[in-house]
């Protein structure tokens, strides 16, 4: 399975400018693969400080077991949104207001430090939610007499284990019942509590995904304390904090083990919230980050209605969520034609009519459409106003599908329009090109608007083991069963699992992953589970980046 | 580390009784009656050649004449008030490792070379190198800088052009209504009321400063200085929180309006209101406002919509800029591309021509303040033939206004030390040591 992941940089930018290759690696090729450090036979027993895997992890047999950094992260504005909807039954989306996610390696991070700004938006959220709490909720949540230490005492204790997401320490319980002492003094119980939920809120326990490990171990490697694994295992599968069962099976020593993990990554997969959590992957996967701003011509296409938008996207919500947890079969991805549409416009852009009852999937066009690859969401928000672009529809596939990387184009680039051909022949150009362009000049076979106007036209996945292909319908069937596009898929699920871009000391998890995505023929939901399981997303780095 | 436990000052019940709370400034210019102020404004995309903007027959520190170039027409009405700074190099490019003339939106006010965003080898994501000029001006002057963009659309180098430090963007208000709320406070509750309730959120706020150091003292050591930033943030706005006090002047709040690129010309316009106010109260003698970011206001396959200026392009402004460089002989896009940067230099004037609207002594707050007119690149996104417009600053020492200059080849950082040196922080250097040659004269 190392041969998967062991990036070897092919070097074919010769025509790029200097100082930059272009590495096209089959398959998931994060940084450095190949400085992997793991499994280099050191001898030491590697003694697991994590949950024990039961089963030697390949490229790894006997040595210690390493994982990447993840660095310390804020909560995304989805992620801050939905929590908050959970923890205090606000559903206002304030953080749609805050300052936008920072990404890394396609998906949010927000490991850059906060700033001033955003010190000041946590902090005027935090006010407004407490204060709505306090009129909303506070009758509901608690059920004793709020100017006694006794009951807000217990309320603290509850209501910071859900915002902390663990349980308090004595020393933060009393610390808060100090704060709402104090505040006491001057105001009433309830105003009093108030801004002990609003501290609460502002606090890092709750702004953070906190990581810290097991309390005492020692070494650079450590487990996660149940309770971190229970936030991974919930902000990843369902992208927000951990429900009452979740937070149960951490307390109860359940994801002390793999088995015990694997048994609620199940559980959450199964609940409706997994398919939301995979629409928003699918989002930053396929790039639709701009679609609701796209616009066409309406000269050159009457037919276009901004409408179409809306429609398209959420066809491309629910197309990778049922694909994934419905039919959960990786080829379908690139293969699958059943439509998840109900937009009367949009089936005719598809071509097709909605059948009467409204229900279930519409086939569509085999010879014409193959799953994500011709997402009218995808299409249109791969292409301009008036004409298509074969640098961003085949820049999609080779970075997002094969996760290789492309440099931006240098300065003074000479080209006569959007689609200029001496890209490919000009030295300067043909580098970088010749790996984007004549994958997407088979997509010319389809509007700006996702229309197909055929007829198919081939195209070439170079330096790829996809190479020539006859349509967009071939290529999606020698996608849907190439080795390098399966490793992609893991990559930019583990990226979007961690929130960080995946490095060498990853490569036994890597492994372990794609052995397990292998083993399942291919599984999509059985790739989650290899992906909770795997040292990556159960262990920490503690060490200092390299 | 001690927090700071000031109580909030009692007995204020006499001021009016909805008065906004605000943090007024202490400091004048040393000398002048009137603090001195500065405005930074960037503009996207990179300059069009010397010939677009260098007035017809006019050398080296000649007068501006009557008639401008048609892409600086705007300014006519104020040319008494405008020096005009043409060919400075951004030299700090050749020093860039990251690809690409947009990469000098983080060059253009901290007057260094990028760092790649931290363990992102591979991609050309950047932060800038050091801190900007506007945050240094305001830390010199003992003051907060407001950092306002325009529709910027996202969170990376491209999108920030202000720097606390090295690899610590300051992220820029979005919303207007947004700024002038943290400026001038929530102004809907009774003065007492609302330093009651102000005084129980600081108090909260100790508790979250004890949350920060707990964790700060169990984090992994390269977390450790987030926490540090983090809570040196909190309590600067704690701080800010327990000095509030009822203003003595009477600000205008802007109306809610949609922060999208098709309304950016309105968002930027209310943004500068906003700026003016903030001036005018004294909460603050530093501004920057950052239109867009490197590219524009809007998608790079989008187009450009703004009926109220006039204005539809069937292409990005960034996608605009490129062709144009491409094709400079087509005279359709070099019009679209001329009447693209008129409209930002209207949108100058008009920011020019409110703080000239405003009384201060014998003067108006624009002759105690320098707004200067920035961008990220020179020519066909090169480093050459940068193009920098500075508008007021009459009462200022040494400055004389209504002329065209040309510096051309004088690095960029130089213009920088002598924008500090104007409003009156003393520096002989800017940014990056080896580049920067000294004040250049104006």
Redo the contacts between chains.
């Keep these: 399975m190392w041969r998967f992941f062991a990036a070897s940089a092919v070097a074919l930018s010769t025509g790029c ?1 200097s ?2 290759s272009v ?1 096209v690696g089959p398959g998931g090729i994060d ?2 693969a190949g400085s992997a450090t793991a499994g280099d036979g050191s001898g030491d027993d590697g003694d697991p400080d994590g949950p024990d895997s039961g089963d030697p992890q390949l490229g790894c047999d006997g040595g210690p077991r390493v994982v990447g ?1 993840t ?2 992260r804020r909560l995304s504005q989805a992620e801050y949104n939905a929590t908050v909807a959970d923890l205090l039954g606000d559903a206002s989306a304030l953080a749609d ?1 805050f ?6 390696g396609g998906f949010p991070n927000n ?10 938006q946590y ?1 005027a959220a935090a ?1 407004t939610l407490a204060e709505t709490a306090a009129q909303t909720q506070f009758d509901a949540w608690i059920d004793c007499d709020r100017e006694s230490e006794a009951c807000v005492g217990t309320f603290i204790e509850w209501f910071g284990t859900r915002a902390f997401r663990r349980p308090l320490e004595s020393s ?1 319980r009393e ?2 019942l100090a ?1 709402y002492r ?2 006491h003094e ?2 009433d119980g309830t ?2 509590l108030q ?2 939920v ?2 609460m809120l ?4 709750f702004l ?1 995904h ?1 990581e ?1 490990g097991e309390p005492g171990a020692t070494g650079d490697m450590v487990a996660l304390t149940p309770w971190e694994v229970a936030g991974r295992l919930s902000y990843f599968l369902w992208g927000t904090m951990p429900d009452a069962s979740l937070m149960t099976a951490a307390a109860d020593g359940r994801l002390d083990s793999l088995e015990g993990i694997e048994a609620e990554a199940r559980r959450l997969l199964e609940d409706p919230r997994a398919k939301q959590s995979l629409a928003r992957f699918a989002r930053h996967w396929l790039e639709l980050g ?1 679609l609701a ?3 066409r ?1 309406a000269d050159a296409f009457p037919n276009w209605s901004p409408s179409l938008l809306g429609a398209m996207q959420a066809e491309a919500d629910a197309f990778v969520a049922e694909t994934w947890i419905e039919d959960g079969d990786f080829r379908s991805l690139f293969t699958g034609v059943d439509a998840q549409i109900d937009d009367p416009a949009l089936a005719e852009l598809y071509g097709v009519s909605l059948a009467d009852d409204d229900a279930g999937p519409v086939m569509l066009d085999p010879a014409e459409r193959a799953g994500v690859l011709t997402l009218g969401a995808v299409l249109v928000s791969h ?4 004409e298509n ?1 074969w640098v ?1 529809r085949g820049k999609l596939v080779r970075t997002s599908f094969l996760c290789g ?1 492309m ?10 329009d959007v689609n200029d051909p001496n890209r490919l022949t000009n030295p300067e150009c043909s580098g970088c090109h010749l790996l984007m362009d004549p994958i997407g000049q088979a997509f010319d076979a389809y509007d700006p608007t996702g229309r197909y106007v055929g007829p198919p036209l081939v195209g070439e996945v170079a330096a790829s083991e996809i190479g020539a292909f006859d349509s967009i319908a071939d290529l999606g069937a020698k996608m849907a069963e190439d080795q390098a596009v399966q490793a992609c898929l893991a990559t930019q699920v583990g990226r979007f699992a961690l929130a960080r ?1 995946l ?1 060498g000391q990853d490569a036994c998890s890597r492994d372990w992953i794609l052995e397990r995505f292998a083993e399942s023929d291919y599984d999509l939901r059985e790739l989650m589970v290899a992906i909770v399981t795997s040292d990556a997303f159960v262990m920490l780095n ?4 390299g | 580390m001690k927090l700071r436990r000031r109580r909030l000052l009692q007995g204020l019940g006499a001021a009016a009784a909805t008065a906004p709370l605000l943090r007024s400034i202490p400091s004048q210019a040393d000398g002048g009656d009137f603090p001195t102020r500065i405005v930074f404004f960037a503009s996207p995309n990179n300059s069009i050649g010397r010939w677009a903007w260098t007035p017809e027959g006019v050398g080296d520190g000649d007068a501006l004449p009557a008639s401008l170039p048609s892409m600086l027409q705007p300014l006519e009405p104020h040319r008494e008030d405008v020096l005009i700074v043409g060919n400075m190099s951004m030299d700090t490019r050749d020093k860039e ?1 990251g ?3 947009h990469v000098g939106m983080g060059h253009q006010l901290t007057g260094r070379a990028n760092i790649p ?8 994501e950047f ?1 800038a190198g050091g801190i900007s000029l506007d945050q240094y001006i305001a830390e010199a002057m003992g003051v ?1 800088a407001l ?1 306002l963009a325009a529709v910027p ?4 180098g491209g999108a920030r052009i202000s720097y ?1 430090a090295a ?9 207007p209504v ?1 700024a002038f709320g ?1 400026l001038f406070g929530d102004t809907s509750l009774p003065v007492e009321e609302a330093l ?1 309730l102000t ?3 600081v ?6 400063a ?3 150091e ?2 700060r003292s ?6 450790r ?3 540090d ?2 809570l040196n ?2 309590l ?2 704690q701080g800010k929180l327990e000095d509030l006090a009822p203003a003595s002047c009477d600000p205008q709040a802007p109306e809610e309006s949609p922060l999208s ?1 098709g309304n950016f010309p309105v968002v930027a316009r209310r943004h500068m209101d906003v700026i003016v106010e903030a001036l005018a109260c004294g909460v603050t003698r530093v501004a920057t406002l950052q239109n867009g970011n490197t590219g524009g206001a ?2 790079y ?3 450009v919509n703004w009926p109220s200026e006039g204005i539809s392009f ?2 990005s402004q960034h996608v605009l800029a ?1 062709d144009y ?3 400079p002989n087509d005279s359709s896009l070099r019009e679209r591309r001329i009447e693209l940067e008129r409209f930002y230099i209207r949108q100058f004037a008009y920011l020019v021509e409110r703080l000239r609207g405003i009384p201060e002594g014998d003067g108006t707050l624009l002759d105690n303040t320098l707004v200067v007119w920035t961008k990220g690149m020179g020519t ?3 480093k050459d033939q940068l193009l920098h417009i500075i508008a007021g600053g009459r009462s200022m020492a040494e400055h004389e206004p209504g002329r065209f200059l040309d510096r051309n080849g004088v690095p960029h950082n130089d213009l920088l030390v002598t924008l500090a040196n104007r409003v009156g922080v003393e520096t002989e250097k800017f940014g990056d040591t080896d580049i920067c040659t000294g004040a250049v004269s104006l």
């Excluded at chain 2, 169990?218 to 977390?223: F, L, M, P, R, W």
């Design positions: 400018y100082g930059l590495d940084t450095a950094r660095p310390l207001g300052v936008a996610d920072e990404e890394r490991a850059t430090a906060a700033d001033a700004l955003q010190i000041e902090r006010s933060e610390e808060y704060l104090d505040l001057d105001t105003t009093a801004h002990v609003e501290a502002m606090s890092p326990y953070y906190v810290l701009s701003e796209a616009e011509d292409a301009y106003p008036t672009s961003h990387e440099p931006p184009p240098p300065d003074f680039v000479e080209f006569e871009t490095d503690k060490g200092e980046q | 490792t690809p690409g003339g965003w931290e363990n992102q080898t591979q991609e050309s932060w907060e950092t659309r996202g969170t990376n606390k690899n610590q963007p300051v992220n820029p208000f979005e919303n947004d943290s009651a005084s129980r959120r108090r909260s706020m100790d508790q979250v004890l949350d920060l707990r964790l169990k984090i992994a050591s390269d977390d200085e987030k926490l930033i983090h943030n909190l600067e706005l690129s809007e998608n396959s989008g187009t069937d292409r490129h460089d491409q094709s066909n996104h090169s």
